[in-house]
T-cell receptor
Framework: DVKVTQSSRYLVKRTGEKVFLECVQDMDHENMFWYRQDPGLGLRLIYFSYDVKMKEKGDIPEGYSVSREKKERFSLILESASTNQTSMYLC??????????????FGPGTRLTVT | KNEVEQSPQNLTAQEGEFITINCSYSVGISALHWLQQHPGGGIVSLFMLSSGKKKHGRLIATINIQEKHSSLHITASHPRDSAVYICAVLTISSGSARQLTFGSGTQLTVLP
């Protein structure tokens, strides 16, 4: 079974703090994604990576950065947390290539509260 | 206009009822996913469809590619079906990577 793990289930941070959210997958997937999920807005893509050291902006990258130094690990960084970044953050991974069934595997999520 | 629209946003049903959730989309490359999210956050994939109909237990998913519309049906609903159901359409990023564009989800509550 594919396993995607996230470093924390719940996190409380203060405004202005630097926040790191870590995601690790164990299936050698090429693609990894960071989403935030807010009521009524659904899942919105922040950033994704299709290879080590490669990244691409999603729909809402402002206020976030990412790092992918190893294939299995994808980090989301909030340089200076703000209250409007209070949300559920979900990481996902998927295989690359075009010859395989496409599916994303999700981590359990991190509920971040910025006070 | 949202690229992937779901209806209804919220749905409450009595145990045993037949349930339908709809998804219309304006983007995508002819593959659509239905996902389930239980309280606590975990998301699991239910179906991937590119044509016709798929059935898994009490769940049935249909898709009409020409009309860009899909439905998820639950027969003989049960309280354990209570969850958020999300449809997502396969799209291509500017970097030519496959990714999903999501609807906002349907919160289903099945009462005993």
């Amino acid at each position: 079974d594919v396993k995607v793990t996230q470093s924390s289930r719940y996190l409380v941070k203060r405004t202005g703090e630097k926040v790191f959210l870590e995601c690790v997958q164990d299936m050698d997937h090429e693609n990894m994604f960071w989403y935030r999920q807010d009521p009524g807005l659904g899942l919105r893509l922040i950033y994704f990576s299709y290879d080590v050291k490669m990244k691409e902006k999603g729909d809402i990258p402002e206020g976030y950065s990412v790092s992918r130094e190893k294939k299995e690990r994808f980090s989301l960084i909030l340089e200076s947390a703000s209250t409007n970044q209070t949300s559920m953050y979900l990481c996902a991974s998927s295989p690359g290539g075009w010859g395989v069934r496409y599916e994303q595997y999700f981590g359990p999520g991190t509920r971040l509260t910025v006070t | 206009k949202n690229e992937v629209e779901q209806s209804p946003q919220n749905l409450t049903a009595q145990e045993g009822e037949f349930i339908t959730i709809n998804c219309s989309y304006s983007v995508g490359i002819s593959a659509l996913h239905w996902l389930q999210q239980h309280p606590g956050g975990g998301i699991v994939s239910l179906f991937m469809l590119s044509s016709g109909k798929k059935k898994h237990g009490r769940l049935i998913a249909t898709i009409n590619i020409q009309e860009k519309h899909s439905s998820l049906h639950i027969t003989a609903s049960h309280p354990r079906d209570s969850a958020v159901y999300i449809c997502a359409v396969l799209t291509i990023s500017s970097g030519s990577a496959r990714q999903l564009t999501f609807g906002s989800g349907t919160q289903l509550t099945v009462l005993p």
